[in-house]
T-cell receptor, first 113, second 114 residues
Framework: AQSVTQLGSHVSVSEGALVLLRCNYS??????LFWYVQYPNQGLQLLLK??????LVKGINGFEAEFKKSETSFHLTKPSAHMSDAAEYFCAVSESSGQNFVFGPGTRLSVLP | EPEVTQTPSHQVTQMGQEVILRCVPISNHLYFYWYRQILGQKVEFLVS????????KSEIFDDQFSVERPDGSNFTLKIRSTKLEDSAMYFC????????????FGEGSRLTVL
């Protein structure tokens, strides 16, 4: 069965600094990987997804993530944080043989002025 | 842009009461899901639904829960006899394809059980 870990339940960065949110997964079959963002009192919005094409995936709002099979990682990055990036970020994995997504525990990103 | 809509946005109920949460998935999607998020915790899979039947369900989805697609547009989650620990945000999602496709989530229905 697949699982997801996200290192750091809370990450704080200064405005303009690099954002790095970590995600590691375990899966017995080739996975599909996703990053979702949740703003306060809102639903989950897709940032980007990896589905076995290019290993470097670009998403919305300047975010990107790199799939590294050898490290079983799919870390999310953004070169320069903006105040509006403050939110909860969830990494999710879906196995190619299965249907349901499994979400990581989430990382709350705070952006300091 | 098409979206998943959920009603109600917030429901308060007494323990032991039945609750129905409603969802309207994106119209051309074929796969439907319910997830829940207890306050401050991770998003947990409850159930997936395709072709008018449950295709997968988690351990959380016990006999107190049921899902139904009563017509061509709605997808409902029923909790037969609510418990305090059912208090959570419930998210409906739909997808166009079963593998590799993104899930489109609704805004969620917050259930508070007193």
């Amino acid at each position: 069965a697949q699982s997801v870990t996200q290192l750091g339940s809370h990450v704080s960065v200064s405005e303009g600094a690099l954002v790095l949110l970590r995600c590691n997964y375990s899966s017995s079959v080739p996975p599909y990987l996703f990053w979702y963002v949740q703003y306060p009192n809102q639903g989950l919005q897709l940032l980007l997804k990896y589905t076995s094409a290019a290993t470097l995936v670009k998403g919305i709002n300047g975010f990107e993530a790199e799939f590294k099979k050898s490290e079983t990682s799919f870390h999310l990055t953004k070169p320069s944080a903006h105040m509006s990036d403050a939110a909860e970020y969830f990494c999710a994995v879906s196995e190619s043989s299965g249907q349901n997504f499994v979400f990581g525990p989430g990382t709350r990103l705070s952006v300091l002025p | 842009e098409p979206e998943v809509t959920q009603t109600p946005s917030h429901q308060v109920t007494q323990m032991g009461q039945e609750v129905i949460l409603r969802c309207v998935p994106i119209s051309n999607h074929l796969y439907f899901y319910w997830y829940r998020q207890i306050l401050g915790q991770k998003v947990e899979f409850l159930v997936s639904f395709y072709n008018n039947e449950i295709s997968e369900k988690s351990e959380i989805f016990d006999d107190q829960f049921s899902v139904e697609r009563p017509d061509g547009s709605n997808f409902t989650l029923k909790i037969r006899s609510t418990k305090l620990e059912d208090s959570a945000m419930y998210f409906c999602a739909s997808s166009e394809v079963v593998r590799g496709g993104e899930l489109f989530f609704g805004e969620g229905s917050r259930l508070t059980v007193l």
